[in-house]
């Protein structure tokens, strides 16, 4: 019986051995299968080899002429996220490396020798959203050369996506720039074009709301009883400088409304007085 057992793990150690092998060499063969896998454009499909080697050929480019990378590679993942085809893809990365170089050399051309990987990623960002090289280097030159151009280049995109155009951007941020201004000073342009255009809508709507109703129940009120109206005609005023202060406009509305309910209460007053003649 022993010699049975002994004979029969012999025959079957092999075949053990063999397994194990088999599914070592078959794991690490997925392991290395997963980890240089293509990324998938988005649509389930992954890019083809031809796509990637150009892709990568713009990354060495990038590397060569030490300009950032990660633009690049983010444009790509952009485009297989939106389930762009492969020639858009590539065609993208190839675009983002010419506006990266284009963005060095004019920042380069301003003065500023040795611009750093986020102005240069910035400037690129500019270039694809419609301004010039012309463009970024007058304000990289209104700079001094050991001053960063980050802020000034993230103004001019928020500038351009409250509606101003370029060149308006552009004449904003030099003049802060050639007066000197602050980091905090150039953001403020942005705060101050939001904050102005706000305030100016409620300011409005304040002023057309506390003068309607002050002026109109106050003259309402107003007629029939002269401490009424004025009472009445006061009140509204002071309610409809609540109501715009709701919106955003308190001094403007309240001022507005209590104008409104003076006229309405000296027409209370007046027409009080005519009623009591014989």
Do not use: C, W
């Amino acid at each position: 019986m022993m010699k049975s057992m002994i004979v029969a793990s012999l025959v079957l150690a092999p075949a053990v051995v063999f397994a194990q092998t088999s599914a070592q060499v078959q794991s690490r063969t997925e392991v290395k299968t997963s980890g240089s896998a293509n990324v998938g454009n988005g649509s389930g499909h992954r890019l083809s080899a031809d796509a990637q080697n150009q892709i990568e050929a713009n990354v060495r480019v990038a590397r060569e002429r030490k300009l950032p990378e990660q633009p690049i590679r983010r444009r790509v993942a952009e485009g297989e996220a939106k389930g762009a085809t492969e020639a858009q893809i590539v065609a993208a990365s190839r675009r983002t490396l010419v506006d990266l170089q284009t963005s060095h050399d004019a920042i380069v051309r301003a003065g500023h020798t040795a611009p750093s990987d986020e102005e240069v990623s910035r400037g690129a960002q500019l270039m694809a959203r419609g301004y010039t090289s012309a463009q970024i280097e007058a304000v990289a030159a209104k700079a001094p050369g050991d001053r960063s151009l980050v802020v000034a280049f993230d103004v001019l995109t928020s500038l351009q996506t409250q509606g101003k155009s370029t060149a308006n951007a552009v004449a904003q941020v030099e003049a802060q720039l050639a007066s000197h201004a602050s980091d905090a000073q150039l953001r403020g342009i942005a705060v101050d074009v939001n904050s102005s255009s706000a305030l100016n809508g409620a300011v409005n709507l304040g002023r057309s709301g506390g003068s309607a109703s002050g002026s109109t129940s106050g003259s309402v009120a107003g007629s029939s009883s002269t401490t009424s109206g004025g009472s009445a005609g006061t009140g509204s005023a002071n309610a409809a400088g609540s109501a715009a202060a709701g919106a955003g406009a308190a001094a403007s509305g309240a001022l507005t409304g209590a104008r409104g309910g003076v006229t309405g209460a000296v027409s209370g007053t007046v027409s009080g007085a005519l009623g009591k003649r014989p």
